[in-house]
């Protein structure tokens, strides 16, 4: 692999060490493959024999086969023996690296070992063709030195065969690759490489690290203070700076992003060691962050296709305070039972259950699955969004066979065709769970075939079989932290495009619409509201026992039935009939107002009939499920049909406009007024909508009944003896 544009001597002239600028920086950055000279650059000193071997062998199920008229290399079809399988990941990540950059150079490579004579000139079997091609790329990336080889390490006769060939030709293949490159009338190799991938290994030098934080472990406040202790600062931002800082991730509130030139130091951390941070791509961290926002304490999830474990642990973390379950699914072979349960045992994941079929083979109606809610897809794609793809292969899919479309920058059109069937096959199998009530869709692609295409066929061709609501496009549940991205989801879709912070990143959230079959009564609906809290004060028919608790707490005499429209009328007429009869002690009425057996007080209309309190209320005052009924006795007396309100509980009435002809009064002098009205009476003000304390004037002459009031005050004052009737 290459290193970063930046370190290429751009204008250097031709030369044999011209084919070193293109050391890759995730190989140039391991120690097992390089040492510092004194002048503090990374020199290459080779890899171990098994490194080779397992590289060769990657590339020869990865290297791009070609039409048999124009096959010069023979590369045979026996894979190469190794006494020692590299079983540590390092290792593993060594012989991936090496293998993708000698893929994506395949050609140059082959033209130079033609150009130097090398083949077909040789006697070397055809199956060492693929270690030829791999160590040459190394042996350039050294700049054609000896590779330095440890006292304790394990020699295989096949490498030391083909290193000794590569040393004899040393001085050719310095010519050829100056020939290659003035060929291409390029300042160096690199340029021959086509620009998505030039793209793509610019951005992975720079590509920052992201880590979640395992909080079954330890809190972010723990993990702040342990950074800090090691020298670490939190900023904002951890763009264009050089030093030991780290910052929280905007979407997920327990992710930490570092600078990506301190991954050496940190991996030698305890913090990482003891997994209490994880190294992981965001885009899976926003998958389960998603999940997590649309799950109930007891839902299950069933995970498909996770690729990394570090995502069903991430699930498994942030669901640990609940009862759900989660069932991962894709696991075919039983033998990484034991190593995948030491794992989550050292994670501290405990809700975890492998389910060791294919996704589509899986009965929708399996009994082990039924409380399954959301359901997490995560399918194979192209990859085209993230910068190594060597860390996604490996994380993600094991399927090397999309490094041979990686190497070219982009899938072909046959390829991202099979994927995109798979995929939908896979979303419409998910839409097929009944009790499932959201599907979660992600990929690391930014192909419209394998995003929005998908999702929409797979939401239009739904199976109308199943008794089941359908499926529905629902807006993200994650937070939207820029006007790009706001853009970029206006249609519901959350994207995130390549970029110098963040690889690409397609999400989708589909949730099945509301049944409308599932339709209750108005008192049930009523009643859950009354259950979340949403009608305090309100009482809306409740049960007779919870009636009976009202009636003990309360002195009064027994009740009309509620469901009683002229009953109650005729009890409204009684109350304003013996309130207009009232002339004095009034005042501890004040700050009250009537009520219904209900608690619900409806809004008194504008009417004439507000001035002749004894024929009985035609107007409506009781709702409307109150109606159609008729009493079972004329009325009985209340005495607690006016109580105390508290100020915020009272219903604003509705404001109306009293037009009376002038009046005359006997009085010509402000001192006439005060001795008719003495000074301790009371006044109301009407103030637009709102509910005021009415006030009383306890003159006779106005509370008399049938007598009109006189306008000898301000049009402001309302002078009826109870103004809310």
């Not at 493959?33 to 990657?58: F, H, M, Q, R, W």
């Not at 077909?120 to 060492?128: A, E, N, R």
């Amino acid at each position: 692999m290459l290193n970063s544009p930046r370190g290429l001597d751009l204008s250097s002239s031709p030369g044999p060490e011209d084919i070193s600028q293109l050391s890759s920086p995730a190989l140039s950055g391991h120690a097992a493959s390089g040492e510092k000279s004194s002048a503090g650059v990374l020199e290459k000193t080779g890899y171990p024999d098994s490194v080779y071997v397992t590289a060769a062998n990657i590339f020869q199920g990865i290297r791009v086969e070609k039409s048999p008229d124009k096959v010069i290399i023979k590369y045979g079809n026996e894979p190469l023996r190794s006494f020692s399988e590299p079983e540590e990941e390092s290792f593993q990540r060594l012989s991936y690296e090496l293998a993708f950059s000698a893929l994506k150079y395949q050609d140059i490579l082959e033209t130079m070992l033609i150009d130097s004579y090398i083949l077909p000139s040789t006697t070397i079997p055809d199956h060492l063709n693929s270690l030829i091609i791999v160590m040459l790329y190394d042996f350039q990336d050294r700049k054609f030195q000896t590779r330095v080889l440890s006292d304790n390490e394990e020699s295989l006769s096949e490498v030391q065969e083909v290193e000794n060939l590569l040393n004899s030709f040393k001085t050719k293949l310095a010519a050829a690759l100056a020939r290659c490159r003035i060929k291409h009338d390029a300042l160096s190799i690199y340029h021959i490489l086509p620009e998505t991938v030039r793209k793509q290994e610019l951005r992975a030098s720079t590509l920052p690290l992201y880590a979640w934080i395992n909080t079954c472990k330890i809190s972010p406040e723990e993990v702040y203070n342990n950074l800090k202790i090691k020298g670490y600062r939190k900023v904002k931002s951890i763009l264009h700076i050089d030093d030991k800082v780290f910052a929280v991730d905007q979407h997920c509130y327990d992710v930490l992003i570092f600078p990506s030139h301190l991954k050496k130091d940190l991996v030698n951390i305890d913090l990482f060691k003891d997994y209490k941070l994880i190294f992981q791509d965001k885009s899976r961290s926003l998958a389960v962050h998603s999940v997590k926002a649309l799950l109930n304490m007891e839902d299950d999830i069933l995970m498909v296709n996770t690729g990394s474990w570090y995502t069903v642990a991430h699930m498994s973390i942030l669901t640990h305070n609940n009862t759900s379950k989660i069932f991962v699914c894709g696991v075919r072979s039983h033998a990484k039972d034991p190593d995948l349960k030491k794992l989550f045992t050292k994670m501290g994941c405990k809700n975890i259950e492998i389910l060791h079929d294919t996704f589509t083979n899986i009965d929708s109606k399996d009994q082990r699955l039924q409380k399954v809610k959301v359901i997490l897809l995560l399918p194979r794609c192209s990859g085209l969004g993230v910068s190594n793809p060597v860390e996604f292969i490996l994380n993600e899919h094991e399927d090397t066979d999309l490094l041979k479309d990686l190497s070219k920058g982009g899938t072909s059109k046959d390829k991202l065709h099979v994927l995109a069937q798979q995929q939908y096959e896979q979303l419409t199998h998910a839409m097929k769970f009944t009790k499932a009530q959201a599907v979660v869709y992600c990929t690391c692609s930014v192909y419209t075939e394998e995003n929005e295409a998908v999702v929409k066929k797979a939401l239009e061709f739904q199976d109308s079989g199943i008794k089941v609501q359908p499926y529905r496009l629902s807006p993200p549940v994650l937070p939207l932290c820029s006007l790009k991205e706001i853009q970029l989801s206006t249609d519901k879709f959350f994207r995130m495009e390549p970029s110098e912070i963040n690889n690409g990143c397609f999400l989708s959230i589909l949730t099945r619409e509301r049944d409308p079959t599932e339709t209750v009564s108005v008192k049930d609906v009523l009643a859950r509201a009354a259950a979340k809290g949403l009608l305090e004060g309100i009482d809306l028919g409740k049960s007779s026992k919870r009636e009976k608790k009202k009636k003990k707490s309360k002195t009064s005499l027994p009740k009309a039935p509620i469901n009683d429209n002229n009953g109650i009328q005729i009890k409204i007429a009684e109350f304003v009939h013996r309130e207009t009869k009232a002339n004095t002690n009034h005042s501890e009425t004040l700050a009250m107002k009537t009520s219904l057996p209900q608690k619900t007080t409806p809004q008194v209309g504008a009417s004439s009939q507000i001035r002749k309190p004894i024929k009985p209320c035609t107007q409506p005052l009781v709702p409307t499920f109150l109606k159609n009924t008729y009493p079972s006795r004329l009325y009985e007396r209340q005495t607690n049909f006016v109580r105390h309100r508290p100020e915020d509980k009272m219903v604003a009435l509705k404001p109306i406009e009293i037009v009376l002809p002038p009046v005359m009064l006997p009085f010509s002098n402000p001192e006439g007024l005060r001795a008719r009205f003495p000074a301790q009476h009371f006044y109301c003000r009407c103030v637009g909508p709102k509910t005021v304390v009415p006030g009383y004037i306890s003159s006779p002459s106005i509370t008399r009944r049938g007598e009109k009031p006189k306008e000898n005050l301000p049009s402001s004052l309302l002078r009826h003896p109870r103004p809310w009737l």
